[in-house]
Structure formats: C-alpha cells, structure tokens
C-alpha cells in the first residue's frame, strides 16, 4: 500500500449514522474523492458485532489503499489488522498501545488543551485530534469549545500533524486550514450533507492527500 502522510481530510465511520446512512458507499464514495483517512467507531455494539460491522469497511479501505484506523480498541484494532488506533484521554496511555499494536502502527490521540498536547508529544503519538473547535452534536459531553484560536495556539507548540475536530462546516474549513491544521476530522458535515459527494470534494480541495 502507498504510504500517506497524515493530513487532509479524515473521515469518521461513525456507527451512529449507519441507520440513516450505508457507510461502506460514504467510505467508497470519499476514497473516490480522495479521502485517505478512516476511522472506524462503535460506541454502541459488543466485540463481536463491532468487529463483523468494521470487517467490510476494512477491507474496503484496504481495497481501495488507504488507511484504517479504529477509535479506542487496541483488540478490534487487532482483529481487524488495522492500520492505528484513535485515543481517547480516558483510554489506554500511549506507550500500552505502542506495546500491545507495535511500532509500526499509527497511534492518534485526542486533545482538548494545550498541556494535554504537550504529553502526547512527549509520549510519542503520531498524529492529534485537537478540539472540540465549534460546538457539535456527535458528543453531547464534549470538552469545552477551544475555537479556532485555540487551535492556532497549540500550532506553535508541536511539529505533530494536527487534524481539527468538532463542529466542522464547511465555510470554517478555510480558518482551519489557515490556523495551521493539517486535517480536519468530520462526520455530521459529510452524512447530513444533501450531497455527500459534492461535500467530501470541497474538503479534498481544501486539504488534498500528500503521498510520501
């Protein structure tokens, strides 16, 4: 598989929306667009049915050369070979993921303010979400809103890539991508669009996928 740089858009395969929405089309439609990045989660079914939803969309990715990344599991990130795995601040620390996944997987993390951006450098992480920077729906209990200066802060502090997260429209994204972000991290924008094509094009226009 060609190697990708962590940046542009990164698509949140949200379970959540699989009632409204066939997120296997959405993941095929975005890798047609030029979407690189995936991350599956499930914060509502058991091991089991998580793992036999995540299987499909996998091999998809797969399929079509772009990486799979699973939101807090280090198992199901196993089982399904994925690419990395997406924490939490309340999930395992970084160096038990490094050790359970190995080194050659990519590790993500999610931050909220400026220290915790700090540890996740010194702790070895590949890459930050960093938000929420609007207020958004997907997470009824989110940090609170860190705005896009927020995100031009914590910028000057890391050389890590930096994908932006919560809230994100699509007249913001221009603010975003000046403030320093290397991605932005979406879901509600994409499966609530009327046109999830037109809509995941905008984004890779914005933040085009780099190869390595």
């Known amino acids: 598989m060609p190697t990708f740089n962590l940046h542009g858009a990164y698509l949140l395969l949200d379970e959540q929306w699989a009632s409204q929405v066939s997120l296997l089309r959405v993941l095929e439609i975005a890798a047609q667009c030029g979407v690189r990045l995936f991350q599956y989660r499930n914060k509502i079914d058991?091991?089991?049915?998580?793992?036999?939803?995540?299987?499909?969309?996998?091999?998809?990715?797969?399929?079509?050369?772009?990486?799979?990344?699973?939101?807090d599991r280090?198992?199901?990130?196993?089982?399904?070979?994925?690419?990395?795995?997406?924490?939490?601040?309340?999930?395992?620390?970084?160096?038990?993921?490094?050790?359970?996944?190995?080194?050659?997987?990519?590790?993500?993390?999610?931050?909220?303010?400026?220290?915790?951006?700090?540890?996740a450098m010194a702790e070895g992480a590949d890459y930050l979400g960093f938000g929420p920077i609007f207020p958004t729906s997907t997470k009824a209990d989110h940090e609170p809103v860190v705005g896009v200066e927020g995100l031009s802060y914590v910028r000057n502090l890391t050389t890590l890539p930096i994908f932006a997260i919560g809230g994100i429209s699509l007249d913001v994204v221009p603010a975003i991508q000046q403030a320093g972000a290397n991605g932005v991290a979406v879901a509600s924008v994409v499966y609530r669009s009327e046109n999830i094509q037109q809509t995941l094009q905008h984004l890779v226009k914005f933040f085009p996928a780099k190869y390595s």
């Open 46 to 71: 058991s091991m089991r049915d998580a793992y036999q939803k995540a299987k499909p969309l996998r091999q998809a990715a797969l399929d079509m050369e772009t990486i799979f990344i699973v939101n």
């Open 74 to 119: 280090c198992d199901l990130a196993l089982s399904l070979e994925a690419d990395g795995v997406h924490l939490g601040q309340e999930d395992l620390p970084i160096d038990l993921a490094r050790e359970i996944l190995g080194h050659e997987k990519i590790i993500g993390i999610s931050t909220h303010r400026p220290e915790e951006v700090k540890a």
